[in-house]
């Protein structure tokens, strides 16, 4: 039976909070505050964990190749994920038609890219979706290769991840139109790998090799300081995301490693419980937020923000949840 940390919850509401800030500050403000060491890593924190929870799921497993996407799976999948992602496509048609009669400003996003993810009313972040649709088809063949091998399985994700980034700059499309660059999964492979390296030093009781997470950690750290407060660039690499690649992961990793270190297993704290009650329905509210940051023009009053989206998003959650259950 696949043990439940509490901490992979609590750091999963505290990372959605850290997104809704990211979507909420201006960039000056975010610079400002050195956000690149904390609200700055929210996606690089649920990457991780994404490698994290597939190392602990498939820990426990001896699979093969053949039961990796089995009918089973891909209903488990469809309910977890597409399941909402189809409720939310039909409340945003329904959201931005009511907000185009009241407010007279067109707000749909309608076009292929609806077919990979982006929904019909699309706010800040929504090209996290599509990461999350290629990881419905990537992960298990991610995790039954660690399984087996993980050096060279790591090895050649960190590889595959570079060799992306390096074509990447060569494309001239990217330079019109993002959104393919930034929803590939391909840049958050090392990201993966880490977390798959994860599952194993926090499932065990043996920590020694947790000083090499430390340096890497340290020194990712470094790199995001000097990014930042120098202006250092990577050549032959996209500039959007240089503070959010192989390089920075680690100190993402090391996030992680060190709030399952700090925060209990189990906890009946209010606090606690809440943040974890958020973390669970993290993706309903992420959902919530797109919608929410496609309608508004005024996003910078923090405190609205952070409850019409929590709030919303909450509410979400337990219908769906509700709805999916009725249907399996």
Known sequence: MKQHF????????????????????SREQLIASYAVFHIWQAVPIFMVLMGLNLGMSYSSKTLHFDQLYTPHYF??????????????????????FVWEQVYAREVYTLGWKNLIGVLPVSGKGNYFITLLLQSLIVLPLIGYTFNRWPV???????????VF??????????????????????????AIALGLWLSRLITTSDKRYSWLLLIAGIGSGLYLYFHQSQGISLPYIR??????????????????????????????????????????????????????????????????????????????????????KKLS
Request: charge should be negative; charged fraction near 10%.
């Open 6 to 25: 509490q901490q992979i919850d609590i750091l999963k509401g505290l990372a959605i909070i850290a997104v809704l800030l990211l979507h909420s500050l």
């Open 152 to 162: 060279r399985t790591s090895l050649v994700l960190v590889f595959v991840e570079i």
């Open 239 to 324: 500039p959007e995301w240089q503070a959010q690649l192989f390089l920075t992961f680690p100190y993402a990793a090391l996030l992680i490693f060190a709030g399952i270190l700090a925060f209990p297993q189990q906890s009946g704290f209010a606090v606690l419980q809440t943040i974890a009650t958020i973390g669970k329905a993290s993706y309903h509210i992420f959902l919530a937020q797109v919608l929410y940051f496609g309608l508004v023009q005024d996003d910078m009053d923090i405190a609205l923000n952070l409850a019409v989206c929590l709030i919303a998003g909450g509410v979400f959650y337990w219908l769906e949840s509700y709805l999916s």
């Open 165 to 190: 980034q390096l074509i990447a700059y060569q494309i001239p499309y990217f330079e019109e139109d993002r959104y393919l660059y930034d929803a590939a999964l391909f840049r958050y492979f090392s």
């Open 75 to 96: 209903q488990k999948k469809a309910l977890r994920i597409i399941f909402p992602l189809l409720l939310m496509y039909v409340i945003s048609l329904v959201a931005g």
